[in-house]
């Protein structure tokens, strides 16, 4: 079940603020308002990327006073978006699935490295290295 409302949002307050701490609060800012007018926790809250520009198109100094948003609230998780925003909404059952067969590639090329670890260890065993002893004495050999 997914709640969806545009809203408009009056930033001003951010103002109030030193110029070179205005956008970063006016980000704060419509995270706090937003989930208070949806009953979420801040953390909760998700800014897509064309918002987050949006407040910051004029910089830290002089964001925006006013932005218009969407808000889709999904299982106490809100996400803003622009009103004119195309949104990607995957099912749950997608995720899943592509997770899965993350962790099956993941699987696959930890085999792989064992493999190959395995392979470099006999490969070490069967041309011995010789000791330091043994390289300093064929250098002054061949240094005389």
Do not use: Y
Not at 29 to 41: F, G, P, S, W
Not at 86 to 103: A, G
């Amino acid at each position: 079940m997914s709640d969806e409302k545009i809203i408009t949002f009056n930033i001003r307050e951010a103002f109030k603020k030193p110029t070179i701490k205005r956008g970063r609060f006016a980000t704060s800012l419509l995270r706090r308002l937003v989930a208070k007018a949806e009953k979420v926790r801040e953390k909760d809250v998700f800014i897509s990327n064309d918002v987050n520009s949006c407040l910051w198109l004029h910089g830290i100094k002089k964001p925006i006073k006013k932005i218009k948003i969407k808000i889709i609230k999904e299982d106490n998780k809100v996400q803003i978006f622009l009103p004119t925003e195309e949104i990607k909404v995957e099912e749950k059952k997608e995720k899943e699935s592509k997770e899965e067969e993350k962790k099956e590639k993941a699987g696959k090329k930890d085999e792989e490295r064992e493999g190959k670890k395995e392979e470099e260890m006999k490969e070490e065993k069967k041309t011995k290295r010789p000791k330091f002893s043994e390289k300093i004495m064929e250098t002054t050999i061949t240094k005389e």
